[in-house]
C-alpha cells in the first residue's frame, strides 16, 4: 500500500478526531467551538516553537508524552491568558478572574486537557491494539525549554525530524487554541506499517 494512500487516511482520522474533540470542548464549556485550520508537515523539532507561535512571550503548553516504542507528543498551545480564560468559562467565573497559574486551576487545566487529548490517543489505541500509556499534562510557559524534555533526542545538537498534525479550534472572537501531535520520524514507519495492517478497522 502506497505511504501517500496511508498518509490521507492519517490526516482524514485527525481532522475526524479534531471535530470530535471540538464538540467535546463545546459541551464542556457550552460555547460554540469551531475547527479554524488543520495543516501536517514533517520538519524539524527545533522549529516546534515558531510553529506554536511561542514568539509571544506568554505562550503557554500543555503536553503528554506517549511512553511507549512509539515516540509522540500530544499538546495543546495558547497564550496563558487564553488558556485562563477557558478554565474562568468553564468554571463560570469572572472573565479575568486568574491571572497567573495557581493551585486552583492548574488540576482543571490538566483535566480539560485530558478530555480534548483523549480522541486523539484512543485513536493510537485502536490503531495498535494494545494499551498505550502516557505521562500526566505538563504545563509549561517555555516551549522552547520543554522541547528538550519530549525524549526525542539532543534537539538542539542534532536534526531531529517529526511528523507533525496541528489544528486550531476557537471560540470565535473569544480564544483559540492550537493543538498538535508530533511523531519522531522513525516512528511514522510504525504508523504506516500498522495502517497497512489494519486499513478496514481505521476506515470504520
Known sequence: MKSDFRMKILKKVWISSTEKAAKALSEMIQRDVKVVSTSFRITLLNNLPKLINSRRVTTTIVYNQIKDDIKGVMLLSSSLRGILKLVEILLHKKIGY????SDENIPVIRELWNVVSGYYLSF????????????RPTISTNPGRAIENFNFGPVYKKKIYVLTFSSVIAIPREVAVQIVLLFKKESMDKLLEAISEKIEIIAA
Open 124 to 135: 493510537l489505541v485502536k490503531l495498535f491494539e494494545r494499551g498505550l500509556s502516557w505521562e
Open 98 to 101: 486568574y491571572k497567573v497559574l
